[in-house]
């Protein structure tokens, strides 16, 4: 299908994208045909946070895609609640192939599996729809549950992370009157030993 420009309702459109994202297939019917497609690129209008413009794929059924899918964290994990853990999410969305109408609109990790501290979960381990295959190795961590720090370590890492500022010394007009004051005085006096 080649490129053209379309119109389309903003809640339409709101309401259609809100409930598939850019991962899941929607029909668009255009000139009395229908098409499959993927809705990509969507631009906000970054005062009204409202959609402006979007690119819609037309795709064939019959070919495997390549695209990323989010990923939704649920549950919820015990090194965290009870023992202090850090939840590191490292992947937010992941990239898989599949054909069209094995696609998932996400890709579900049940953290409740994170029992203690350094547990984690790698893309080896992810309940994948039938059809659909993903592209990171698997031993890529999806998630993962960090000893909590001490006070000595977030101390140490705000110390690194944002070295602190040469204090400058703020002087009041009164201040800076009086230092300007005292500078003529001195020149004049130097002025008169000569």
């Known amino acids: 299908m080649p490129s053209r420009s379309i119109s389309v309702g903003y809640k339409d459109f709101e309401k259609v994208y809100r409930s598939a994202g850019e991962s899941t297939i929607v029909t668009l019917d255009c000139d009395g045909k229908t098409y499959n497609v993927l809705i990509h690129e969507v631009v906000q209008d970054p005062l009204k946070n409202i959609p402006t413009h979007a690119d819609f794929y037309a795709i064939r059924m019959d070919k495997e895609l390549k695209l ?16 202090g853990g850090i939840l590191v999410k490292v992947m937010q969305e992941i990239e898989v192939e599949a054909l069209p109408k094995d696609l998932p609109h996400s ?35 999806v998630v ?8 000595e370590e977030l101390k140490a890492q705000l110390s690194t992370e944002a070295p602190e500022a040469p204090v400058e010394e703020v002087k009041t007009e009164k201040e800076l009157k009086t230092e300007e004051e005292a500078a ?6 130097a002025a008169e030993k000569d």
Do not use: C, Q
Request: charged residues 30%; glycine residues 4%.
């Open 68 to 83: 990323k899918v989010p990923v939704e964290f649920i549950g919820e994990s015990f090194a965290v609640k009870s023992e």
């Open 107 to 141: 890709i579900v990790v049940d953290i409740s599996k994170l029992a203690t501290v350094n547990s984690r979960i790698s893309v080896g381990e992810l309940s994948l729809p039938a059809g659909v295959r993903v592209v990171a190795e698997a031993d890529d961590i």
């Open 144 to 151: 993962l549950v960090e000893p909590p720090r001490s006070e």
């Open 184 to 189: 003529k005085k001195a020149a004049l006096d």
